[in-house]
């Protein structure tokens, strides 16, 4: 048990719709990370958010999606209007001491 | 820009060991990491390497760096039909977004 929880575990949703992820890392952590991993590829970065305050953003974060963390302790992933090349595995992490990522379980996405 | 490699495939018959390499770019990588992804899960942290060290030892696991080449790799002894999963290599680099992971190897377990 990492002490990251996703929900929903999986999500299945028509094109055009909006979707919500939540990840509730069990204790309290600064540094919090969202990830996203289609089949066959490793895990790539989404964003990244120190406390509350969202400090990096990757180039495949659209202006569609948007993660925010409110109190500086669970975080929302939002995509709205959904696409088919949404499709993926949505991971948070939080992270190590020395840098490691513990991962929660994902929640899987499909977007009809 | 940062980069990993990995072989996508590597199939061994239980009991012997595997050995999974990796190849990265970014020399200012601090840690390098393994990971690993069993069907539908998430990512499970297996063991780390701290830049100046060239071996870590952890039960069935070794991990070697030779940083000249960048090359990192990961062996399993005695490998079982539970180590069936996949694979990742990732590095810290310099920036504040995390790990870069490699695409995983399939690690195939043949009885």
């Known amino acids: 048990d990492t002490g990251v929880s996703q929900d929903p575990r999986h999500k299945i949703t028509k094109r055009g719709q909006n979707v919500t992820f939540r990840c509730d890392p069990i204790?309290?952590?600064?540094?919090l990370y969202w990830y996203r991993q289609t089949l066959g590829q490793g895990p790539e970065f989404l964003t990244y958010?120190?406390?509350?305050?969202?400090?990096?953003k990757s180039r495949l974060l659209s202006d569609r999606f948007s993660a925010e963390r409110p109190k500086g302790s669970f975080s929302t992933l939002e995509i709205q209007r959904t696409e088919q090349g949404d499709s993926a595995m949505y991971l948070c992490a939080k992270g190590g001491p020395t840098g490691e990522l513990f991962f929660g379980e994902g929640s899987r996405l499909t977007v009809l | 820009g940062e980069d990993v490699e990995q072989s996508l495939f590597l199939s061994v018959r239980e009991g012997d060991s595997s050995v999974i390499n990796c190849t990265y770019t970014d020399s200012s990588s601090t840690y390098l990491y393994w990971y690993k992804q069993e069907p539908g899960a998430g990512l499970q942290l297996l063991t780390y390497?701290?830049?100046?060290?060239d071996m870590k030892q952890d039960q069935r696991l070794t991990v070697l760096l030779n940083k000249k080449d960048k090359h990192l790799s990961l062996r399993i002894a005695d490998t079982q039909t539970g180590d069936s999963a996949i694979y990742f290599c990732?590095?810290?680099?310099?920036?504040?977004?995390?790990?870069?992971f490699g695409k995983g190897t399939h690690l195939i377990i043949q009885p």
């Open positions: 990732a590095e810290m680099g310099g920036g504040a977004d995390g790990l870069t």
């Open positions: 958010f120190q406390n509350e305050a969202q400090l990096e």
């Open positions: 204790s309290e952590h600064n540094r």
């Open positions: 390497i701290f830049s100046n060290m």
